[in-house]
């Protein structure tokens, strides 16, 4: 079931989904060669309980952390651990926060030092392909208009795009109805209509799309090993077009000032 916002459910949840950008500048901050995602997700957590909310994924679903880092060729949902990160690291740092009622979800990858051109590319086709996505975020248009464009943005670039992960409903549930692939068919899919909120969120890879499971039981990785991106947003479908709750300004005013991470 889907379920549509108010324009005053909206601004609860932009004000959510800022407070997720405020967190991933503050990681901005502090993310470097030698640090360990441990010590950012502790980080993370104190922020967010600082701003009078909860951290959205710590205790769902058994989710043992507030920040879920996934690193090189993991895909998503990465666990924070003790193991310093390294020169030429990619990190997807994915975060959610519950404030009144309200979950923001989003992500963005960070390039430590001097990260491989071929990653660099990666990054910047994942994260425009989420600009591409968004672009089709109008009333009337289907879901399947967004898969497509993701799609053919980062397919058209000689990369991938993962099918078994997709983006998702949001609202006062994490996950909501509808599920939002990174590919599809143009036409094809549930209508947009005003008031639906979405989190997009391109998994791009290097090599093949197919992913696997680790051990952890938490962990998705490239079945082949090579580079995966992650960039997500959250979106309210308006009469006057996609509205973008989450701001990738305040996360990039820090990276811009931050010599240790490449800019995409």
Same mark, same amino acid.
């Given at each position: 079931?889907?379920?549509?916002?108010?324009?005053?459910?909206?601004?609860?949840?932009?004000?959510?989904?800022?407070?997720?950008?405020?967190?991933? *500048?503050?990681? *901005?901050?502090?993310?470097?060669?030698?640090?360990?995602?441990?010590?950012?997700?502790?980080?993370?957590?104190?922020?967010?309980?600082?701003?009078?909310?909860?951290?959205?994924?710590?205790?769902?679903?058994?989710?043992?952390?507030?920040?879920?880092?996934?690193?090189?060729?993991?895909?998503?949902?990465?666990?924070?651990?003790?193991?310093? %990160?390294?020169?030429?690291?990619?990190?997807?740092?994915?975060?959610?926060?519950?404030?009144n009622g309200y979950y923001g979800d989003h992500a963005y990858t960070f390039g430590i030092g001097e990260v491989a051109p071929k990653t660099v590319e990666l990054l910047e086709v994942t994260?425009?392909?989420?600009?591409?996505?968004?672009?089709?975020?109008?009333?009337?248009?289907?879901?399947?208009?967004?898969?497509?464009?993701?799609?053919?943005?980062?397919?058209?670039?000689?990369?991938?795009?993962?099918?078994? %992960?997709?983006?998702?409903?949001?609202?006062?549930?994490?996950?909501?109805?509808?599920?939002?692939?990174?590919?599809?068919?143009?036409?094809?899919?549930?209508?947009?209509?005003?008031?639906?909120? %979405?989190?997009?969120?391109?998994?791009?890879?290097?090599?093949?799309?197919?992913?696997?499971?680790?051990?952890?039981?938490?962990?998705?990785?490239?079945?082949?090993?090579?580079?995966?991106?992650?960039?997500?947003?959250?979106?309210?479908?308006? @009469?006057?077009?996609?509205?973008?709750? @989450?701001?990738?300004?305040?996360?990039?005013?820090?990276?811009?000032?931050?010599?240790?991470?490449?800019?995409?």
């Open positions: 079931m889907i379920y549509y916002k108010s324009p005053s459910q909206i601004e609860l949840m932009r004000e959510s989904a800022t407070l997720v950008s405020k967190t991933l *500048a503050l990681v *901005a901050e502090n993310i470097r060669e030698g640090m360990t995602t441990k010590e950012l997700d502790t980080m993370a957590e104190q922020f967010i309980r600082d701003n009078d909310a909860k951290p959205g994924f710590l205790g769902l679903y058994g989710c043992p952390s507030t920040l879920l880092t996934s690193i090189n060729e993991a895909v998503v949902h990465g666990l924070p651990n003790d193991q310093p %990160l390294k020169n030429g690291d990619i990190v997807s740092v994915d975060c959610g926060v519950l404030k994260k425009e392909s989420l600009y591409k996505g968004i672009e089709q975020c109008v009333i009337g248009n289907h879901i399947g208009d967004i898969g497509y464009a993701i799609q053919k943005y980062c397919e058209d670039r000689g990369f991938s795009v993962v099918r078994s %992960l997709v983006g998702h409903g949001l609202g006062r549930k994490l996950h909501e109805d509808p599920q939002v692939p990174n590919y599809g068919e143009p036409g094809r899919g549930r209508v947009l209509k005003r008031g639906m909120t %979405l989190a997009l969120e391109p998994m791009i890879n290097v090599g093949t799309y197919d992913v696997e499971e680790l051990s952890d039981k938490w962990t998705i990785v490239t079945k082949d090993r090579e580079m995966s991106a992650h960039f997500e947003h959250n979106i309210a479908i308006t @009469s006057n077009g996609p509205d973008i709750l @989450s701001d990738f300004s305040i996360i990039e005013a820090i990276i811009n000032k931050n010599d240790n991470l490449i800019k995409v």
